[in-house]
């Protein structure tokens, strides 16, 4: 059974998910995994941890700040991915899904995701807004959905 943990700073679970993440083969878990030993966050910035018993899953963070720089966009879902063994289990939807639970919760009123993916977070009822290069020169679809509706 798949279970959903909101993680912070201050979680117990917090650096052995951060352990978890950063030894997938992703840049984007390494880089997670340092934000989450190195980096401030603010009070309302999570990761979203699943595991199926005491394995990693699955995760996604609800972040201030993306891939993409210097862009007027705040805050993302960022980093969301799914255990290849996890997958077609609509797992990245649900992460996605508490991501949202954790922003209105922090009275955020909208998310944004960076993603070169077509369709998947569209159903979601996100929607492009702009498109953009990320710190690595790729051009990335950014995508918006109101919390508000």
Not at 6 to 16: G, Q
Not at 44 to 68: P, S
Not at 81 to 91: K, S, T
Not at 128 to 144: E, H, K
Request: with cysteine; hydrophobic share 40%; net charge negative.
């Amino acid at each position: 059974m798949i279970t959903y943990h909101l993680l912070t700073p201050h979680s117990p679970e917090w650096s052995t998910a951060a352990t978890q993440i950063g030894a997938i083969d992703w840049p984007a878990g390494a880089h997670l995994a340092k934000l989450m030993q190195t980096a401030t966050w603010q009070p309302w910035e999570r990761v979203i941890y699943a595991t199926n018993d005491a394995k990693m899953a699955g995760f996604c963070a609800l972040l201030a700040e993306d891939i993409v720089p210097d862009t007027p966009y705040t805050p993302f879902v960022s980093s969301v991915y799914v255990n290849p063994a996890n997958r077609g289990q609509g797992i990245s939807l649900r992460l996605v899904q508490e991501a949202e639970k954790a922003a209105q919760a922090a009275d955020i009123d909208g998310l944004y995701i960076v993603t070169r993916h077509v369709g998947l977070y569209e159903h979601l009822d996100y929607e492009l807004v702009d498109r953009r290069n990320d710190r690595f020169g790729r051009l990335n679809r950014i995508l918006y959905k109101s919390l508000n509706a």
